[in-house]
């Protein structure tokens, strides 16, 4: 079956501007997380989603950072005011179930010039 | 927090040799561990994965052990070949805090196989 999806693959963007970023999950599965890799590093966790709500987003580095998934399926990752630090590859995650096998989408490697 | 520490950071190898990458963790709270394989510009790709109350697991060339005592996992991959090269991550996730499963990783190993 389809894998994880994100759109766009690639964004380029200039400081200050707002970004969305898309995330279509594996069908039927319900936990969804985002994740941020720098280059050099492993993937570092932003936001978990069970079902509709966020039940932690304890890894978002502040409050430009939001992200919703209003139908329990696809999911944005929403960054206002965008600094040439946010520059990085934002993974997306889906998993049947909670702490279950995570599958990973692409990215999108977002540059913030 | 939890705190994964990977070695080495890069590792060489002739074609057919072994390859073996550490990971430490920790909380001792953890009580799950997947390996990522990572090509360039492409997505984390699981290999193989462990669940605490295991040993250790293999599917084909691939293994993994679990110290769960000295809070370190280990993944071996016998008979390497040039497509085992790329950049793998171990990573570690357990239910400390309000965590639902999001994964802690390392800094990740670079695996070059050379013909």
């Known amino acids: 079956g389809a894998g994880v999806s994100q759109t766009p693959s690639n964004k380029v963007t200039e400081k200050g501007k707002y970004v969305e970023l898309r995330c279509d999950p594996i069908?039927?599965?319900?936990?969804l997380y985002w994740y941020r890799q720098s280059l050099g590093q492993g993937p570092e966790f932003l936001i978990y989603?069970?079902?509709?709500?966020?039940?932690?987003d304890s890894g978002l580095p502040n409050d430009r950072f939001f992200a919703v998934r209003p139908e329990g399926s696809v999911s944005t990752l929403k960054i206002q005011r965008t600094e040439r630090g946010d520059s990085a590859v934002y993974l997306c995650?889906?998993?049947?179930?909670?702490?279950?096998?995570?599958?990973f989408g692409p990215g999108t490697r977002l540059t913030v010039l | 927090g939890e705190n994964v520490e990977q070695h080495p950071s890069t590792l060489s190898v002739q074609e057919g040799d072994s390859a073996v990458i550490k990971c430490t963790y920790s909380?001792?709270?953890?009580?799950?561990f997947p390996w990522y394989k990572q090509e360039l510009g492409k997505r984390p790709q699981l290999i193989i994965d462990?669940?605490?109350?295991?040993g250790e697991k293999k599917d084909q060339r691939i293994a993994v052990t679990l110290n769960k005592t000295a809070k370190h996992f280990s993944l071996h991959i016998t008979e390497t070949q040039p497509e085992d090269s790329a950049v793998y991550f171990c990573?570690?996730?357990?239910?400390?805090?309000?965590?639902?499963?999001?994964?802690?990783f390392g800094k990740g190993t670079k695996l070059s196989v050379k013909p």
């Open positions: 995650a889906s998993s049947p179930l909670a702490r279950g096998t995570q599958y």
């Open positions: 069908s039927g599965h319900t936990a």
């Open positions: 989603f069970q079902g509709t709500g966020a039940a932690d």
């Open positions: 909380d001792s709270a953890s009580n799950y």
């Open positions: 462990i669940r605490s109350n295991v």
């Open positions: 990573a570690a996730s357990g239910n400390y805090g309000g965590s639902q499963g999001n994964l802690i």
